[in-house]
DNA sequence: CTAAATTACGACAGTCGTAAATATC
DNA sequence: GATATTTACGACTGTCGTAATTTAG
């Protein structure tokens, strides 16, 4: 199971073709043919099925291993590369698009006037890729949003060592088209909505699964799934009907054809939290402060 | 970043020699030398102090992957054996000393009257090695336990795809000295103890460090670390006035010379959490069904 | 028949063990 | 000076690419 076979099994699945995962890696297709040969023959089970290519049951879960494995040996060698870097004057920001609100821009703007040299790069990701961009040295900092019962840790990928801490709760709303019987409402109970009509946008509202899960009930089930992290174009599909999708307050207000009610019951908040490396450089504590003081 | 290398690494430094870990691995020091030698020129940073040996800084942040990643690779390939083997008519059950209780024990009899020909193995372990058992594949089922609030569920290693459940919550209790002054109470504050003199039993009874986390509260510092799985020994040390050490209720009773007091606040439960693979036996399947049901 | 994966095979790199060298306590 | 790690080196295994072969649509 050297990482290298890991690699090439989780590109040609990806790709569902050996020819391009080794064009992708820098390999030739003979030399990926026989990573797949090596891998199977050491797991003593067919992995792919071929023509056309695809995991076998034993292939989707090595899956399920191999994508954490590779993804914490990037951690490991980031958080080695850490300890020997000379810092950059340059802090990247990782931010859920829910994260991105006046109080953070309100703090981004304290740490430039505090350090004017100090470059600043905000990239909009959806939570997991957030998480990775932390572990494996991308960005500095990240902010990931969810939703959980009051002071509840949000679930996230555990890849590595990492210092997570709440940055901010809202109550959870529930944004509806305009002309939704329930728009009026000053406040509404989630378990009403359960088998309403939803749009699953995992990088941009609250994940389904983790408001049934929240929620600890069943339904919330997606009609339409939106991929991406532009709030906007999410509002779009709201007004216009397609699902609803759970959100901060704050956030849903100015997406045009849309309302946003507060969740009353059961007692959830929309958490904001804050992701770094464990030992962060200055700019990073200066922020997380502005965030959390 | 080879796996094999990897390994070498952390048996060095487990053993504190290149030596030992040689002949642990069934290599030849030179063998060992140059692995280490290879990862060093690989992350670019020194990794071990020689003479005496032990990790450097970057080293021990190594360390805090190197497991970790290992015990993946372990889990993957047990899990995939797992798909292909045939079922052997034997239950192995790994188990946290606080979960061996009378309900336990009738769940087990009710599953050998249902299947005489099965033979069953109970291995008392602490949580990380029984969680380990179970990702392995050394264990069918494991049975963990710790404090948390009520219906929050134990932190546990996320090493790999597994099921877990809650199986018990009972109140949790402080195992006391009979001469102590609090012995004769109906119920005590944990947050009164929080300066005592406590013994970190981490494999035995509730780990100090999440006593700390589920209390959110300092304190509760160690004066005596206790290892191994044997209640027994930890109630001779209580009773001795070594320090005090957080429990069930029930499992206290029965160590000569110490008492067991309910904690009232702040509200936390000791809960006992059942761990088994996501595709489970017939006779796991029963197990829970009999622990939960 | 064509696109794509596998197999055969030679060149090369990497890893092991033996043994000599070197460093530390 | 004894013990332990490192280095040198030869043997061997494993992995890559090229190219021929097989297979499925």
Redesign the pocket.
């Not at 820098?26 to 090596?38: D, E, M, N």
């Given at each position: 199971m050297?990482p290298?076979?890991l690699r090439s099994f989780v590109a040609?699945v990806e790709r569902g073709?050996?020819?391009?995962a080794?064009q992708a890696l820098?390999?030739?297709?003979?030399?990926?043919?026989?990573?797949?040969?090596?891998l199977e023959a050491d797991l003593g089970t067919p992995l792919?099925r071929?023509?056309?290519?695809g995991p076998t049951e034993a292939g989707e879960r090595l899956m399920e291993h191999a994508r954490p494995l590779l993804l914490r040996l990037e951690a490991a060698r980031a958080d080695l590369a850490r300890l020997t870097r000379v810092r950059p004057a340059r802090l990247t920001l990782a931010c859920a698009p829910a994260a991105l609100t006046p109080a953070l821009a309100d703090a981004l703007a304290g740490l430039r006037r505090a350090a004017p040299g100090l470059a600043v790069e905000v990239r909009v990701l959806g939570r997991d890729e957030a998480v990775r961009a932390v572990l494996t040295g991308a960005a500095d900092l990240a902010l990931v949003t969810g939703a959980a019962a009051p002071s509840d840790p949000l679930p996230l990928p555990d890849a590595g060592p990492m210092t997570t801490r709440a940055a901010a709760e809202e109550p959870l709303a529930v944004l509806l088209p305009a002309s939704h019987p329930l728009a009026g409402r000053p406040a509404l109970r989630l378990t009403d909505l359960a088998d309403a009509r939803w749009i699953d946008a995992p990088d941009t509202a609250v994940p389904l699964a983790e408001l049934r899960a929240a929620a600890r009930s069943d339904g919330f089930e997606a009609q339409v799934t939106y991929g991406g992290t532009d709030l906007r174009g999410l509002g779009m599909l709201v007004a216009a009907g397609h699902g609803l999708a759970a959100l901060a307050p704050g956030v849903a207000e100015g997406l045009a054809g849309t309302v946003a009610v507060r969740v009353s019951a059961p007692r959830l908040v929309h958490r904001t939290e804050i992701v770094h490396p464990r030992d962060p450089d200055e700019p990073v504590r200066a922020l997380v402060a502005a965030l959390t003081g």
């Open positions: 050297d290298h076979l040609v073709s050996f020819s391009a080794a820098g390999y030739t297709q003979s030399a990926v043919s026989q990573h797949i040969a090596a792919l071929r023509r056309p290519v």
